[in-house]
């Protein structure tokens, strides 16, 4: 089989395949960013994902064609090197996970009762993060924050929740807004005026402040120092509790994460699928005395099996210099070939430079204003490889 990852690719098997998913799913996905409605054209359908490369399903045709003619044939499939590694996280593809993973099943794969895994997870989890005292683990990080918010309500008797613009906490804010409107209050990132004046207005009603302290769903948007540190202190002052939403910056951003960066002790902490390097789950915990009023439930023990092996890879010694590396050589290299391409962005080229991307090999996250991200799975040459294909692109794009 010829691999290439640039020419001779045909969407056919993936507009096939997308077209029925429109009459099963709504909008034919079961994540909305997953449906190219920011970018426009129609999503890659992916057969499988190995370190940082991900094959669409042209890969299926090309295996049968395989198997029934014994012979190598002449489809090309598309390789992608992905920078949206969320979801698909690359780590999920470390042959010593996968093993675990296999012999964990032979096990069951869920067993409605507390299992050894759970503790074993949990350890590795409050050894790292430092506001961590008690975790409590679910199944997907938007029921870790629904989680965090229960429970920030039922320890200070409070109800209103303060969120930021821009921050998503996934579905979570959906539900917010339909069911408890008048107790959510938003105010903009790094305003600190702002917090100040909400805990003024709302004295002694406030049970909490959700916030992503990065946001990485807006574009990219750093907290200013003084931000976090006064948001702390009012918090404490009002005895309300700060929530790190650290579904995107968990485990990525540092070890210990944004807390761990920027110093920030949270009271408590939302994590999501990156603790377990792809499957879904989500975790929230903080201080003892809040956790024990916590009352979600999973632990699911495929996930904590897989989560275990994770952990003790990223927890190997130089794992954040060379996430640190990889990063910082990709976003100087391609703000460089920007510059040099003289383009101001706006959404509309934001969709073609994605969509010409796609075309070179290249898969980012599908909407202009969410983060990507390295993995270890990333090497130099795949670093090289995507600012080489922005130049090409940046120079097409009018
Ligand atoms: N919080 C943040 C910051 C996120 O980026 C996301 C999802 O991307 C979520 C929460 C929700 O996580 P999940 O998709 O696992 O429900």
Not at 1 to 18: E, G, K, P, W
Not at 100 to 123: D, H, I, R, Y
């Amino acid at each position: 089989v010829h691999h290439n990852t640039n020419t001779d690719f045909s969407l056919r098997n993936s507009l096939q395949a997308f077209t029925l998913s429109m009459d099963l799913m709504p909008g034919g996905v079961n994540s909305p960013v997953r449906a190219f409605k920011s970018v426009g054209g129609q999503p890659i359908v992916i057969d499988s994902v190995k370190g940082s490369r991900m094959w669409d399903i042209t890969l299926i045709t090309i295996r049968k064609m395989i198997c029934e003619t014994n012979e190598l044939c002449r489809f090309k499939t598309k390789i992608l090197i992905m920078h949206c590694a969320m979801e698909i996280m690359a780590w999920l593809l470390f042959s010593v996970v996968l093993a675990t993973l296999a012999e964990t099943m032979k096990k069951g794969t869920s067993v409605g009762a507390p299992c050894l895994l759970e503790n074993t997870l949990a350890e590795m989890v409050i050894s790292a993060v430092p506001s961590i005292e008690m975790i409590r683990s679910v199944n997907s990080g938007t029921e870790a924050c629904m989680g965090a918010l229960r429970l920030a309500r039922a320890f200070t008797g409070k109800q209103k929740i303060i969120k930021f613009e821009g921050c998503s906490h996934a579905m979570l804010i959906l539900f917010l807004l339909r069911q408890l409107t008048s107790n959510t209050l938003t105010a903009l990132f790094n305003d600190i005026l702002a917090i100040e004046k909400l805990f003024e207005n709302h004295k002694g009603e406030i049970a909490a402040l959700i916030l992503e302290p990065a946001v990485g769903n807006s574009g990219f948007i750093v907290p200013k120092l003084e931000f976090l540190d006064t948001i702390r202190k009012i918090i404490k002052e009002n005895n309300a509790l700060l929530i790190f939403d650290e579904v995107m910056t968990g485990f990525q951003l540092s070890y210990g994460g944004a807390q761990e960066y920027f110093g920030i002790v949270p009271d408590l902490k939302t994590l999501g699928n990156i603790i377990v390097s792809g499957l879904p789950v989500g975790a929230y915990g903080g201080r003892r005395n809040i956790m024990k009023m916590a009352d979600t439930l999973s632990g699911n023990p495929l996930a904590m099996a897989a989560g275990i092996e994770a952990q003790k890879l990223i927890k190997e010694a130089g794992t954040y210099e060379y996430l640190d590396e990889v990063t910082g050589e990709l976003v100087q290299g391609i703000l460089q070939v920007g510059k040099r391409s003289g383009h101001s962005f706006d959404l509309a080229k934001f969709a073609s430079f994605y969509r010409g991307m796609l075309e070179q090999g290249v898969y980012f996250a599908s909407s202009q204003f969410e983060a990507g991200f390295t993995s270890l799975a990333h090497t130099t040459e795949d670093i090289k490889m995507t600012i080489a294909a922005a130049e090409r692109v940046l120079r097409q794009i009018g």
